[in-house]
């Protein structure tokens, strides 16, 4: 059961335009969103969160939207730099749930020049 | 400051073998974590830690063991490795401030079995 679901395996997007990144999820008790980003040979890092009492959070060129009655987030990264080139996790956890994260599978983001 | 940090990057074993891949973190962190990845998946946690001495099972503990014993310290060991267990191993610590659950990821273990 994909309680945390990404269901593009890759986007490939122009430098300074746009790049959307989707998550959905099926577990209504998530009330934490987690965006990592993972370049090859590296451990994740963090990227942005949201909790879910905030629909937006923004930090510089991300963005992070949460839609709770779809169970759908994003994430935006406006302008979008080739350095922007990495994949993408999203993932969900339950506060109070001692921190365990779900994760999707993940996004793989080429930025053209 | 280092972060996470986990030994050895890279080992290949032979089925049956039995090795500990190391974890350690100097940000004080109460709260451990290990995951797997396997090729074009997400990451899955194996097992975690809330506090030394205090470990519980993720959603694939089977065929790992963990110990605590210092809050630096998180090692996973594999007793008898399997080709199953070809993967990708990440260890992570988490402050969980405000029970906001942002995690801090080392390198990762690349571990092929034979």
């Known amino acids: 059961d994909q309680q945390v679901k990404q269901n593009s395996p890759s986007l490939s997007v122009q430098e300074g335009r746009i790049s959307i990144l989707n998550c959905d999820y099926t577990?209504?008790?998530?009330?934490?969103f987690l965006w990592y980003k993972k370049y090859p040979a590296e451990g994740p890092t963090f990227l942005i969160s949201i909790s879910s009492i905030k629909d937006k959070n923004e930090d510089g060129r991300f963005t992070v939207f949460l839609n709770k009655s779809a169970k759908h987030l994003s994430l935006h990264i406006v302008p979008s730099q080739p350095g922007d080139s990495a994949v993408y996790f999203c993932a969900a956890s339950v506060s109070g749930n001692t921190g365990k994260l779900i994760f999707g599978q993940g996004t793989t983001l080429q930025v053209k020049p | 400051n280092a972060g996470v940090t986990q030994t050895p990057k890279f080992r290949i074993l032979k089925i049956g073998q039995s090795m500990t891949l190391q974890c350690t973190q100097d940000?004080?962190?109460?709260?451990m974590y290990w995951y797997r990845q396997d090729p074009g998946m997400g990451l899955k946690l194996i097992y975690y830690s809330v506090g030394a001495g205090i470990t519980d099972k993720g959603e694939v503990p089977n065929g790992y063991n963990v110990s605590r014993s210092t809050t630096e310290d998180f090692p996973l060991r594999l007793e008898l490795a399997a080709p199953s267990q070809t993967s990708v191993y990440f260890c992570?610590?988490?402050?969980?401030?405000?029970?906001?659950?942002?995690?801090?990821f080392g390198p990762g273990t690349r571990l092929t079995v034979l």
């Open positions: 940000m004080n962190h109460n709260y």
């Open positions: 992570a610590s988490s402050p969980r401030v405000a029970n906001t659950d942002t995690q801090y």
């Open positions: 577990n209504s008790m998530f009330d934490y």
